[in-house]
């Protein structure tokens, strides 16, 4: 996106963008107060939270699958928030670019890292638990801690390995005495770019929500089934009550940041590309920059799904606010509700 100034009205100076088509003057002051201030309360909720996290993690021995997926989900997070600051001040100082190109390059390519990286570990996180809930006997015997490292080491290889051509698009331009760090590319090779991030787009964020949802359609039908026996005690409500938790968290973290940016980035590129009415691209554009922060945003919502899906982590969170004595108490298992209850019987020989 290219800013200038253009005079309209009683010779005043409007900042308007000019975002495909030259004859399109945009006002995008909004994005000047609306970027700054949203990226400041992901960096610090975010640094704060999957910092926490990443401690608490690293406390916690021996670690499962699911802990060893939350790990690196937490990591993408925190390393994604790190460079926040650079942009927080880009757009405060009126998307003026003072880093250079390879520090351009690197965020821009921190933030989709980020993006698809978070898809695949809550893919990781879902396909981990539909098993322990569909197929336990598998999940006992077969799924192990070793598994959930390899399968985290490939998801970091294959984001690196599509995200290699952004490092080539993204790059910087001049706009008068400003440098600008566009987060797509320079307007010659434009199309190249929707082609490349399209195919990104499908691989890297459309099969993994197909896989989410037929994973927990496949859960919902088996957690709704009536239980008998061993299945009916607290113990198994509880995970089945983990198990929803989990569903909601990461249907949530998808409706909110997931789901509304690649919609709305589509409209985007795609209006761009067909060269659509200026003010329905001025819409496009307008609903399109409210949505990127709401990607940002993941960093924040993730940690939620560490407290409510993992029982070690909460134990472990409780027990450093609180003290170990108390959370000890509070953390032991429950009885069966098909177990006896043998301590009336014992009080009762007592008294006699």
Same mark, same amino acid.
């Given at each position: 996106m290219e800013a200038v100034w253009n005079l309209s009205g009683?010779?005043?100076?409007?900042?308007?963008?000019?975002?495909?088509?030259?004859?399109?003057r945009f006002d995008e002051e909004f994005k000047y107060i609306l970027l700054p201030v949203s990226y400041s309360v992901v960096f610090v909720c975010g640094?704060?939270?999957?910092?926490?996290?990443?401690?608490l993690f690293a406390r916690m021995r021996p670690w499962n699958p699911s802990t060893v997926f939350m790990f690196h989900l937490a990591l993408s997070d925190f390393l994604y928030v790190l460079s926040?600051?650079?942009?927080?001040?880009?757009?405060?100082?009126?998307?003026?670019?003072?880093?250079?190109?390879?520090?351009?390059?690197?965020?821009?390519f921190l933030f989709y890292a980020n993006l698809y990286c978070s898809i695949l570990f809550l893919t990781c996180i879902s396909v981990n638990r539909y098993v322990g809930i569909c197929h336990p006997i598998q999940a006992l015997t077969r799924v192990k801690p070793r598994h959930a490292h390899m399968a985290c080491g490939a998801v970091w290889a294959v984001v690196s390995a599509c995200?290699?051509?952004?490092?080539? =698009?993204?790059?910087?331009?001049? %706009?008068?005495?400003?440098? $600008?760090?566009?987060?797509?590319?320079s307007l010659d090779s434009f199309r190249q770019y929707v082609n490349y991030s399209s195919v990104v787009m499908v691989l890297l964020f459309g099969v993994p929500f197909l896989v989410i949802v037929v994973c927990y359609f496949l859960m919902a039908r088996t957690l709704c089934r009536p239980r008998r026996g061993l299945s009916s005690t607290r113990q198994a409500a509880a995970s089945r009550q983990k198990s929803i938790k989990l569903i909601v968290v990461v249907l949530v973290v998808f409706a909110v940041s997931f789901v509304p940016f690649h919609i709305t980035r589509t409209l985007y590129y795609a209006a761009r590309?067909?060269?659509?009415?200026?003010?329905?691209?001025?819409?496009?554009? =307008?609903?399109?920059?409210?949505? %990127?922060?709401?990607?940002? $945003?993941?960093?924040c919502l993730d940690p939620i799904l560490y407290f409510l899906a993992g029982d070690h982590y909460r134990s472990k969170l409780m027990s450093v606010l609180f003290g170990n004595s108390r959370v000890t108490s509070s953390q032991m298992p429950e009885e069966p509700l098909n177990q006896p209850r043998k301590d009336n019987n014992i009080s009762l020989a007592n008294k006699n």
């Open positions: 009683l010779n005043q100076a409007v900042p308007t963008t000019s975002i495909f088509n030259s004859s399109c640094f704060v939270l999957n910092a926490a996290a990443l401690w926040l600051p650079t942009l927080i001040y880009y757009y405060a100082n009126r998307s003026h670019w003072v880093f250079g190109v390879a520090t351009c390059k690197a965020v821009r995200l290699v051509p952004n490092l080539v =698009f993204v790059t910087t331009s001049k %706009r008068d005495n400003d440098t $600008l760090c566009h987060d797509t590319t590309v067909l060269d659509v009415p200026c003010e329905t691209l001025d819409v496009i554009n =307008f609903t399109y920059k409210i949505t %990127r922060p709401l990607a940002s $945003l993941n960093s």
